[in-house]
Nanobody, 114 residues
Framework: VQLQASGGGLVQAGGSLRLSCTGS????????IAWYRQAPGKQRELVAD???????NYAVSVRGRSTISRDNAGNVVYLQMDSLKSEDTGIYYC?????????WGQGTLVTVSS
């Protein structure tokens, strides 16, 4: 499974971004797809994930400000982030879990200026 993350960029605090994660396989075959982020000097952390059935899970820090969704037919998972804060800055990675194996994309940089 190959994943391509995109949509990052520089945005002012309070702004919005939509990240996309596009896969090389049908997402109907991928149980869970997740977004993680890694801030400078910090460990990678889960931001949100979504199952093939559409069940979602969010980190407390982004709950209410972010929405994860998936288009299985289009092999794309989106992360809509609103009301961005400086602490949302980091490299965002998508991860697909298929048959117990994890596959990571290359990451897209999000920088929120205050």
């Amino acid at each position: 499974v190959q994943l391509q993350a995109s949509g990052g960029g520089l945005v002012q605090a309070g702004g919005s971004l939509r990240l996309s994660c596009t896969g090389s396989v049908s997402f109907f075959e991928v149980n869970t797809i997740a977004w993680y982020r890694q801030a400078p000097g910090k460990q990678r952390e889960l931001v949100a994930d979504i199952t093939v059935g559409g069940n979602t899970n969010y980190a407390v820090s982004v709950r209410g400000r972010s929405t994860i969704s998936r288009d299985n037919a289009g092999n794309v998972v989106y992360l809509q982030m609103d009301s961005l804060k400086s602490e949302d800055t980091g490299i965002y990675y998508c991860k697909a879990t298929q048959y117990g194996q994890d596959f990571w994309g290359q990451g897209t940089l999000v920088t929120v200026s205050s």
